[in-house]
């Protein structure tokens, strides 16, 4: 289809271990469509998080490694790209949130003077004091209270809940095309995570980005995601739009899985 932007193809990432190779994803195949959000839902240790270190080019070296397979962003193969060619791509077109924000976010620097080195490296031609407009702009579109104020803070100053809104304004400061969201609202409590999934979504609805959004929990997945694919031991199981999956799941894990939902 036309309008896909990502699409993985066959990705098979192994790992050097003390006791040998381990394979951890076994032949993942899937496609991201421009403006949609797709879920990513499996148990711990099921590759999510190795499916997205794969498509950003983060595995660690040398011990992770992509065998086989494509990662095609707009046609072009990922896997084939040079460190800077990756590296341009990391910071203009594919961006990526984690679990832990603390990843992601410097502890030494205050918020706003992290933002402002993204609009610095991305869009050069703005002014110190424009960028600075922006920066206070992009903290009050995530819902952070006193703009002006937080950005003169430092990331261990902000509660939880706001630290990880900072880290989306980071990842969302390059204005990618591709957001991979791993699990950003598992460390938080369910009001917070209510709120973060609500932000999600109006920012996907309002910027027509594209979202991988990666969570162990279905639940989670019916609240954000237009479709699904389900990973079960480095695979994709079942791979449907969201209604269809909820409605007659095919696959007896994903059957399982449903079960369990309370
Ligand atoms: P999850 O679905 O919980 O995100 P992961 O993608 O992190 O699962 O892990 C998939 C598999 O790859 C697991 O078996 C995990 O132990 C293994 N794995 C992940 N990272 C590494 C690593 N750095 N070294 C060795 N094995 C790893
Ligand atoms: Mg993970």
């Known amino acids: 289809m036309s309008d896909v932007i990502l699409r993985v193809q066959d990705l098979v990432t192994s790992f050097q271990t003390e006791s040998g190779k381990l394979t951890a994803l076994d032949g993942v195949s899937f496609e991201v469509r421009k403006g949609r959000t797709l879920g990513v839902v499996g148990e711990s240790g099921s590759g999510k998080s190795v499916t997205s270190l794969s498509i950003m080019g983060l595995l660690p070296k040398p011990a992770g490694r992509i065998e086989r397979g494509v990662v095609e ?50 869009f050069p031609s703005l002014n110190p004091k424009e960028a600075q407009e922006r920066v206070v702009a992009l903290l009050d579109k995530v819902g952070i209270p006193s703009p002006e104020q937080r950005a003169k803070e430092y990331p261990h100053q902000l509660s939880g809940g706001m630290r990880q809104r900072a880290m989306i304004a980071m990842a969302l400061a390059c204005e990618p095309e591709i957001l991979i969201a791993d699990e950003p609202t598992t460390a938080l409590d369910v009001t917070i995570q209510a709120q973060i999934l609500d932000l999600m979504k109006d920012l996907q609805e309002s910027q027509g980005m594209s979202v991988i959004f990666i969570t162990h929990d279905l639940g989670v997945i019916a609240e954000v995601c237009d479709d699904v694919i389900v990973m079960y031991g480095g695979q994709v199981l079942e791979s449907a739009p969201v209604d269809r999956l909820f409605e007659k799941p095919h696959h007896p894990y994903t059957q399982g899985l449903l079960a369990s939902i309370p």
């Open 73 to 122: 962003f707009h046609g072009k193969d990922l896997t084939k790209l040079s460190l800077a060619e990756m590296y341009r791509v990391r910071g203009n077109q594919v961006s990526m949130i984690f679990q832990e924000p603390m990843t992601a976010l410097n502890p030494v620097k205050k918020v706003g003077r992290q933002l402002q080195e993204v609009f610095d490296l991305h």
